[in-house]
């Protein structure tokens, strides 16, 4: 696998720009040792809530990227973007629709560089993203790992990425999925809210994405650094 500039992550914390964080909690989040800091969200994304979370981020030396899901949240000054494709969705608009729209405005000014898309595989119904995006949420292993499969070895996507939103998701079904990667990065993301499933989803996955508890329980939140850094490493050539 080629060198990409988000592939020495191991944690990262993602933050919402439509949720409120004090200035004493950010600069724990940006100072715990986590490899970056994700700006993203699925609803309530704007040119100036995006703006102003990233202009507090940049007091810190800390990696930052923007995940681009709306128009009106493509803000430039990230140290890279990722661009979502939900990949179990029949609706065409979440896989190349709103994709192309936003190229048709500003692909001449996109930094190819530090741009990847990602490969969502949304498997938690009740998630916002899954409910705006029409998720067919229900995969059985075999299915996991057929769109395992069309965004690594067809697509040749970056990154994959499973998101459970809210819920802890199957370790083992992660693992698995893991195992059908030839050259994607499998990032993962949900129900993160102590040291132990951090732990657990740092052995499985590449990369581990933190978000909600960010918010609701702090102390929390900072422990899964150090248990995500000291999982053992999932290999990135497994099969």
């Keep these: 696998m080629s060198e990409r500039w988000f592939?020495?992550?191991?944690?990262?914390?993602k933050l919402d720009p439509d949720r409120t964080i004090t200035d004493e909690a950010l600069d724990a989040i940006c100072t715990s040792g986590t490899d970056a800091i994700i700006v993203g969200g699925s609803s309530g994304i704007t040119f100036e809530n995006t703006?102003?979370?990233?202009?507090?981020?940049?007091?810190y030396a800390v990696d930052c990227a923007l995940e681009v899901s709306t128009l009106e949240g493509a803000v430039p000054?990230?140290?890279?973007?990722?661009?979502?494709?939900?990949?179990?969705?029949?609706?065409?608009?979440?896989?190349?629709?709103r994709q192309t729209e936003g190229l048709k405005e500003y692909g001449t000014?996109?930094?190819w560089e530090e741009t990847a898309a990602q490969g969502y595989i949304i498997l938690n119904a009740e998630a916002t993203a899954a409910k705006l995006t029409g998720a067919?949420?229900?995969?059985?292993?075999?299915?996991?790992?057929?769109?395992?499969?069309m965004a690594d070895r067809l697509m040749q996507l970056p990154v994959i990425y499973l998101e459970y939103s809210g819920?802890?998701?199957d370790m083992q079904l992660v693992k698995r999925a893991r195992g059908a990667v030839v050259n994607a990065q499998l990032f993962y993301g949900g129900g993160i809210d102590d040291a132990d499933k951090a732990?657990?989803?740092g052995e499985a996955a590449h990369t581990v994405v933190v978000g909600n508890?960010?918010?609701?329980?702090?102390?929390a939140a900072l422990s899964t650094v150090a248990a995500v850094q000291k999982a053992p490493r999932s290999g990135l050539h497994t099969k």
């Excluded at 703006?51 to 007091?59: H, P, Q, Y």
Aim: no cysteine; proline share 3%; net charge neutral.
């Design 7 to 13: 592939s020495g992550w191991r944690h990262v914390f």
């Design 51 to 59: 703006v102003d979370l990233m202009a507090r981020i940049r007091r």
């Design 77 to 97: 000054g990230f140290d890279g973007y990722f661009v979502p494709l939900v990949l179990n969705t029949n609706r065409a608009e979440w896989i190349n629709g």
């Design 109 to 111: 000014f996109v930094p």
């Design 136 to 149: 067919q949420t229900e995969l059985g292993e075999d299915e996991l790992i057929a769109h395992v499969r």
């Design 167 to 169: 819920r802890f998701g």
């Design 199 to 201: 732990r657990q989803a």
């Design 213 to 219: 508890v960010i918010y609701t329980d702090l102390t």
